[in-house]
C-alpha cells in the first residue's frame, strides 16, 4: 500500500475530526459519501457501515416524482436499513416546488439525517427535466425549489452543486449566497461545469470562492483519491470538510483510515470484493445485483496496476458465482496496486 507521510495522517485525522454540526445535529466527521448512482446503493452502504469512519452517507439520486409512492422495500434507490438512517441523506432530483415538496416530506417523515437537492447532474436524461445541474442555468427557479423545501422541513437541507455551464465561477458564488438565505444548511461543491463528465481536473480554488461567500458549511468534492489530496483540499480552500465519491467506491476503508487510523490487512480487497458480492446478492434480484456488481468492478479494478484486464473479467461475468471465482482466481494479496488509481475508466 502507498505509504503516507506519519504527519499528513495526524494533521488530516485532527482537521477531519473537528466537530461540526448541520442544522443543528451533529455529525461524527468531515469525511463523507458523495451520492452516486448505481454505487452507492444500501448494499455498498452496508459494507462501508463495516469499515466505520464515514461521517454522513448520501444515498444515489431518488427522482422527485417517484419517492412520495415508491415502496421501500422494491425499490432500487430508495432504499435503506434502519441503523443507517442518522448518517444517512438522502438526494433527490427534481425541477419544480410541485415535485419536490411531497418528495422531501416523505424523506423527513422516513427518518433521513436530512435531504440533500441534486443541482450537479448533467447526465441528459435529468437535464433534459429541467433537474440536476440544469437548475443552475435558471438561478430563479433553483432558489424557488430551494425555498420551497425549506418551508416543507426542518431536517438538515443540503444542495449539491457544481460550477454552472460556463467556467466563470461568479454565478455560482452568487447562487451559494440565495441558498445561504433561503435556508440551506450546508453545500457541497464541485468545481467543474456542467458538461465536464470529470475529463478535466476539478479547479479547486474555485472551492475557495464558495466558502469565503457564505457562513454555512461548505463541503468540497472532485478527484480526491489519495489522504494527500483530500489534505491539501482543505487546507487550500478554507472547506469545512470533503465528499469522496468514486475512490470510496475502490477503496470504502479510506474514511477510517483517514479518520482514525485503521490500516487494512493484505486480504482487505478480496474480502471487500467477496462481501460487496454477498450483500448485493442478498439485497437485490440477480439481474439488478450483477448490473450494480459490474459497475463496481469499474471503479475496483481501477486498484490495480493491470487492472482492464480485471475489469474485462468482471464485465464478462453471468452471474455472481461467475464473480465469486474471477475474485478467488484473480484478487492475491501481492497484486501490484496504482498509488492513485485512474478514476477516468468510467465517466457517465
Ligand atoms: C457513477 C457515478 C454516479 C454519480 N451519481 C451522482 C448522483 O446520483 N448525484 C450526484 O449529486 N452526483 C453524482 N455523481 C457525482 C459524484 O457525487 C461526485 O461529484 C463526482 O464523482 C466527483 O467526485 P469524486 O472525484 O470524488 O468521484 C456520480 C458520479 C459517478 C462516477
Not at 474514511?255 to 462481501?275: C, H, K, M, V
Request: hydrophobic share 45%; with cysteine; charged share 25%.
Amino acid at each position: 500500500m502507498h505509504m503516507v507521510d506519519k504527519s499528513v495522517k495526524k494533521t488530516l485525522a485532527e482537521l477531519l475530526n473537528r466537530p461540526l454540526s448541520i442544522g443543528g445535529k451533529a455529525v461524527a466527521n468531515r469525511l463523507w459519501l458523495a451520492p452516486m448512482a448505481g454505487l452507492g446503493h444500501v448494499a455498498y452502504r452496508e459494507v462501508l457501515a463495516g469499515y466505520g469512519g464515514c461521517g454522513l452517507m448520501f444515498t444515489e439520486m431518488c427522482g422527485a416524482k417517484a419517492v412520495p409512492t415508491e415502496n421501500p422495500a422494491m425499490s432500487t434507490m430508495f432504499r435503506w436499513r434502519e441503523e443507517e438512517l442518522p448518517r444517512l441523506v438522502c438526494q433527490i432530483v427534481g425541477a419544480t416546488p410541485k415535485d419536490l415538496i411531497p418528495a422531501v416530506r416523505r424523506v423527513e417523515d422516513e427518518g433521513f439525517f436530512g435531504v440533500d437537492i441534486n443541482m450537479g447532474c448533467s447526465a441528459s436524461g435529468v437535464v433534459k427535466r429541467n433537474s440536476g445541474a440544469a437548475l443552475l442555468k435558471e438561478p430563479e427557479a433553483a432558489v424557488a425549489a430551494v425555498e420551497s423545501v425549506r418551508r416543507e422541513v426542518s431536517i438538515p437541507l443540503f444542495v449539491k452543486f457544481r460550477t454552472g455551464w460556463t467556467p466563470d465561477i461568479q454565478p455560482a458564488v452568487d447562487l451559494a449566497r440565495r441558498f445561504e438565505s433561503a435556508g440551506v444548511d450546508c453545500l457541497v461543491f464541485h468545481p467543474r461545469i456542467a458538461p465536464d463528465k470529470r475529463t478535466r481536473p476539478a479547479v479547486v480554488d474555485h472551492i475557495r470562492a464558495i466558502k469565503e461567500a457564505v457562513s454555512i458549511p461548505v463541503f468540497g468534492n472532485g478527484d480526491v483519491v489519495i489522504p494527500e489530496e483530500c489534505l491539501s483540499m482543505l487546507e487550500k480552500t478554507g472547506c469545512d470538510g470533503v465528499s469522496v465519491g468514486r475512490m470510496a467506491i475502490a477503496r470504502p476503508w479510506l474514511f477510517a483510515e483517514w479518520t482514525s487510523g485503521f490500516t487494512p490487512d493484505e486480504n482487505i480487497f478480496r474480502d471487500y470484493a467477496l462481501q460487496l458480492a454477498d450483500t448485493l446478492e442478498r439485497t437485490y434480484d440477480p439481474i439488478r445485483a450483477l448490473k450494480r456488481y459490474r459497475l463496481f468492478s469499474v471503479f475496483f479494478a481501477a486498484n490495480f496496476a493491470f487492472g482492464h484486464n480485471l475489469q474485462t473479467k468482471f464485465l464478462g461475468a453471468r452471474s455472481m458465482d461467475d464473480i465469486r471465482t474471477i475474485i478467488s482466481e484473480n484478487i492475491r494479496p501481492d497484486m501490484r496496486l496504482n498509488k492513485r488509481p485512474n478514476m477516468n475508466l468510467h465517466s457517465t
